[in-house]
């Protein structure tokens, strides 16, 4: 039988809150078992960058990351939220260690291919290394992934976050049962965007392909569920959307993907 | 009989400069055995935070770190330079993993005590974790320390990295044969200030206090020496000072410390 895994993406709105991310981080602590924390940007690297004088580009909703922006996002993904995420874990007495994807080559992808937009130094994922995070899980250590990644040919790129999340689970999913956790400030998918009660409890693909030809899901919850439904193919056990009270509450009302 | 561990700090010029640095991490690629490379920061610090409006505050060569100082040695240390050192070391198939001293709580530190001077976040290192780091040196990777630790309280702290360099020695000393090396822009310590040839090959603690007394070594080589002999104490087995030509070259004149 395998080995139980959780791996829990935090988005930016529980990142942009100090009070809001230091009570998630004090939950994510009593997490028991095997464990992996993947967290987004929130509005700091914006406000980096704004600081710097340097405009952010923005395609369709996605940054575009020319080289001073790819500096700013790994100085605050890999540097600045990281290293205090950890810190804050390690306060907790669970025994975080903080990854980009170029550390052990943990995470290896390629700069998006320019066809209509070049997107800059941006990297789509081409393979986990399963083994060096094993060890590391094996160890008792709970690594904690920022959304950089790099190329094996000495090139940082900006990641999605989700994607890293569940590219990880879908890798790992060959030798642990994986069960994935998209946190975020609302309870789930809902069906009313200004109704915060109308949670969508259950997706299939079906389903999901309705919703979003009704226009019900939209904008940055595609790619994610997309990638979820991957993932779901890829072998992983489970995925939920949830807000963070779901890390203490298992039977709470949330979003769950299903096959 | 103990393995062998090589601990080579690398300091602000060779980082400052990209070509050298490039160079220096081909040829440290190319090192065998178990290693582990410690990195300052260089002067992007500075220019990071002079870009964001901070002034560098400085009391006898020291920088004082206050909040937002931190944030910007936290955001070029452990991120730009970090994950920058770590990709081009993949790039060279040397498996390197960035660490600050919070990851894995591989370094705790303690806030330096306010006696005449308020150095702000300045870290003073209490412990480290030998078990963790020997853990990864024995799955092959190469840890990448920043010089940013933390107090285990969920606060980081910014620590002087030969400091770094000399208590990982001591520390990893009970486990392994450590040679700790220091890599700078200079063949050794120098004589005589004026002639980069009038290197010291071989000081020891009572030569070194002559030195000191006659004004010979003086300013940032004061610490860095007085740590390597502590580290000599603990039973580390070799140090030098030498500059990047040693990595592949043994040979070559640098300087020696001897008990």
New interface residues.
């Given amino acids: 039988m395998k080995q139980k895994l959780n791996i829990i993406k935090i988005g930016g709105n529980v990142i942009d809150d100090e009070k809001s991310l230091s009570l998630f981080l004090t939950d994510y602590s009593k997490l028991e078992g095997l464990n992996i924390l993947v967290h987004g940007g929130g509005k700091k690297a914006t406000e ?1 960058a704004k ?3 340097l405009e952010p580009k923005m395609i369709e909703g996605r940054r575009v990351t020319d080289a001073s922006n790819l ?1 700013v996002v ?7 939220l ?3 995420i ?3 874990l ?2 907790n007495n669970c ?6 994807g ?4 943990t995470i290896k992808a390629n700069k998006r291919i320019v066809k209509d937009v070049d997107y800059g130094f941006a990297g789509d994922i081409e393979s986990v290394d399963v083994k ?1 995070i094993s ?1 590391l899980l094996e ?1 008792n ?1 709970t690594p904690v992934f920022c959304a ?1 990644t ?1 190329n ?5 790129l900006n990641t999605n976050a989700d994607t890293v999340a569940s590219e990880l689970a879908s890798a790992l999913a060959k030798i642990y049962e994986v069960s994935l956790t998209y946190v975020f400030e609302k309870k789930g998918v809902l069906k009313n965007i200004n109704d915060e009660n109308s949670i969508i409890e259950n997706i299939n693909l079906a389903h999901y392909k309705n919703l979003k030809d009704d226009g019900i899901i939209a904008d940055g919850m595609l790619p994610k569920l997309e990638n979820c439904f991957v993932a779901l193919n890829n072998g992983v056990a489970e995925i939920h959307i949830a807000n963070t009270d779901f890390l203490t509450d298992k039977n709470i009302q949330h979003t769950r993907l299903i096959l």
Same sequence: chains 1, 2.
Avoid: C, P, R
């Fill in positions: 980096v600081k710097l004088q500096e790994t100085m605050v993904y890999a540097g600045l990281n290293k205090n950890v810190a804050k390690q306060q025994n975080a260690i903080g990854l980009s170029a550390d052990g080559n060096t060890v160890n250590l950089i790099h094996k040919n000495g090139q940082l």
